[in-house]
T-cell receptor, first 113, second 115 residues
Framework: DQQVKQNSPSLSVQEGRISILNCDYT??????FLWYKKYPAEGPTFLIS?????DKNEDGRFTVFLNKSAKHLSLHIVPSQPGDSAVYFC????????????FGQGTTLQVKP | EPEVTQTPSHQVTQMGQEVILRCVPI?????FYWYRQILGQKVEFLVS????????KSEIFDDQFSVERPDGSNFTLKIRSTKLEDSAMYFC?????????????FGPGTRLTVL
């Protein structure tokens, strides 16, 4: 089941620079997208979300962009901080189901001081 | 800040044994979920639960699995006869309103090791 794909298993950026994490999906029924951050030995922590009626949602240093025609979304973190180092999961959901989230494989972000 | 809690943090069991994983969702949440993550793989949906019944379940959630909300606060996942391949992190999640457009809050997980 590859409905949600994060093709980059890892990303390394310098502190203060922009981190861009990408996610692609195949199911056109998805209409709600979320990003979660996960530290080792912890559960996923909700970061930011976007519905399909929008193309951008911003919350502080985090911005999510949605390109429906390309079935692509991205998470921008500006400026990146060492505490942002974690695994980032993209997840998607579709109206009509019960809120079931379909997750990508995750991207490990390392922010170097 | 309200949070989802899970016990135990780590459960070791022998193949064929029954295990019960426990979760306390956020108190005003109405929708409950179980997910699992096998080491090195993605987080996978197992089951959603609302109004004391299963709303949706995945192919993974076969007859060996069951969920229950025995009282007003706990939400449990039971595996009747564990297999080696059940070894994974199991995450409980809850959300306030209907699933879509409401983020799910996850617990810290229970690491299940089946020997």
């Amino acid at each position: 089941d590859q409905q949600v794909k994060q093709n980059s298993p890892s990303l390394s950026v310098q502190e203060g620079r922009i981190s861009i994490l990408n996610c692609d999906y195949t199911n056109s029924m998805f209409d709600y997208f979320l990003w979660y951050k996960k530290y080792p030995a912890e559960g996923p922590t909700f970061l930011i979300s976007i519905s399909s009626i929008k193309d951008k949602n911003e919350d502080g240093r985090f911005t999510v962009f949605l390109n429906k025609s390309a079935k692509h979304l991205s998470l921008h973190i500006v400026p990146s901080q060492p505490g942002d180092s974690a695994v980032y999961f993209c997840a998607a959901s579709a109206t009509g189901n019960t809120g079931k989230l379909i997750f990508g494989q995750g991207t490990t972000l390392q922010v170097k001081p | 800040e309200p949070e989802v809690t899970q016990t135990p943090s780590h459960q070791v069991t022998q193949m064929g044994q029954e295990v019960i994983l426990r979760c306390v969702p956020i108190s005003n949440h109405l929708y409950f979920y179980w997910y699992r993550q096998i080491l090195g793989q993605k987080v996978e949906f197992l089951v959603s639960f609302y109004n004391n019944e299963i709303s949706e379940k995945s192919e993974i959630f076969d007859d060996q699995f069951s969920v229950e909300r025995p009282d007003g606060s706990n939400f449990t996942l039971k595996i009747r006869s564990t297999k080696l391949e059940d070894s994974a992190m199991y995450f409980c999640a809850s959300s306030e309103l209907a699933g879509v457009y409401n983020e799910q809050f996850f617990g810290p997980g229970t690491r299940l090791t089946v020997l």
